[in-house]
DNA sequence: GTGAAAGCGCTAACAA
DNA sequence: TTGTTAGCGCTTTCAC
């Protein structure tokens, strides 16, 4: 086809291998010889060939990053991350969707998928059974995971159980102790640890406070802000009525969007809580919504927190406990690629996350 | 290292070239021979190696995508339609993300950052200036961009003046003669072409029905939630006072979610606008809430809409014109591959987009 | 239906 | 500092 490395030699007179060597800038060239070959080079239009490279050097400059799927916030922005630190390390970066619950999860495992295309494996918030395991390590690259902890894998993330804490602390701290939880598993990423954990953390916290967890007010928001709104309404559907007239006018704004019919929803018997904490932010966003929709005032009638650091929450005044999950897709980015360096694979910290108060949490009035 | 070809060629006791075309299953091996290949590289744990392939073929079977960052709604969306397609064909996705204004642009479109790796490029909402064209033509690779045309390629996306046209229809045909327009450069998504379309449909619609357009109701909102928050609020600050005590108590719920001080930022002088369009769903949602911290309820004394067809607005309400990201992601992942299967590069037809009434557009009250 | 041999475009010893 | 010589692991004529 076009321009190769050999094409460069002959128009310059020198050797493929000083081009070569030229082209990569290697110091045992002479500088004007350098010159010259880029020249020459860019006057050809010459593109490298990775495939070459790669077969020669058994190194494709590239790392794969494995997402359960890529609509979602965090993935998002861990994938930036990632992609960042690959950028400025040269590399190219490769990704694998599994494309939720629907996608061929399995076929997309297959051995064949990774080809040696890439040096090392980002994973993002899985959890892979045997088999999977199986065959990525046949792969021997090295291999990282964000989000939960994997068996046999390193990870880079947050503590989930202090992390709950934390938010569970605050809350308390405000004087609350009607706390309900909103989590569930989300299919769609399929992730399987952190859910577990932030809903561990949640029942410890509470434990360690002498405080009850209800069964009714662990509502199941599915990781999403659709869920977030579904939980929320069923949270509140209960005493809704009477939040409402109290403290409509307080807050000074009103707000009709889809508002109509919400407060039918069915929901927990009993009392209403006087605080929701939420595994994330788009459900905590999306528990806010419902509360508006019941005619609760947040934080008046309902305090409402999540996790995470959503740009959205920060417009909206979301208190949450944040994480930075483009440090942490930084963090994964540049362990793997040492590790292809052939450094040792040392244990990684667990990533920070602290507790930032906005307006959606305060004081409970009764 | 591992496994290759010729394992498995020594272990049967055949040649590398039967072991090669029995692994892709091509038609000229015997049935038996095809099986005890597979079984022995599966034994193996065989893994192929597309650099080795690539070289020989000068197919890579993989395919980027560039986008100008990724964390944005429509991009995100886009690439997942990308992914999909490309992962039906068996091809890899490598992902090229520019990082934004402040990503070295420059040096990532050196010819090398290509270097063959990919038999095919989709190219996200960029417009590209004359040595970006050059260089990416140099690769000679086949191109497409999703979003907004560009000259000299083929690109998938909706007719923006048409979409624009739609909502302006929309607004008017509900009686409102006083519309305002949130658009602005999305600075972040480096995009020209489509925030400029879409103003010119919006004028163009106006100028149509014989409206006037107020330069002082053309406001920026950073296409981001936030600055749709932002262009909100200058909008708003004219007459918040009037609207809110008259609606409040009917909209019948109240947020004070960071509703604090809204009322204090400078504004337009003059009337307030009875409906503001904005040229995509994340900025409505921040008009939404910046009128609802300015006192104002929706649609009651503003109407909203938006561009897009984003989740949250759907569970919010939000009136808009839906267009289909992961369906032109498809399209266009499925053009450039049928043209590295060197099909003739056909134009593409004008993505379909449909305006979706919900609860944030209605009459307006004067 | 299978084998032999010649590369694909580059890098990497080893010499010079 | 530069040139020579082998491959890297696969595909692909062209024979058999």
Redesign the pocket.
Known sequence: ???????I?TVT????????????GM????????DQVRRVADELG????S???G?????QRAVGVVVPVIDRWFYVKALGGVDAELRRAGYDLVLYNLGGPGGDRDRSFRRSMLRHRVDGLVLLSLVLDETERAELELTRHPMIVIGGPAPGLRNVGVDDVAVARVAVDHLVGLGHREIAYVGGQDEAGMNVAVPWLRRDGFTLAMHAHGLPVRSTWIADGRFSFAGGVDAGRALFAAGAAAGAAGTAGAAGAAGAVGAAGAAGAAGAAGVRPTAVFCASDEMALGVVVAARQAGLAVPEDVSVMGIDGHEYGEVVGLTTVAQDPVAQGRAAARAVLAEVDGAEATPLAASPAHLVVRATTGPPSR
């Open positions: 086809m076009s321009t190769g490395i050999q094409e030699a007179g020198l050797s493929k291998s000083t081009v070569s060597r030229a082209l990569r110091s045992s060239v002479a500088d004007t010889t350098i010459y593109v490298p060939s495939a070459a490279a077969l020669a050097t058994g190194r």
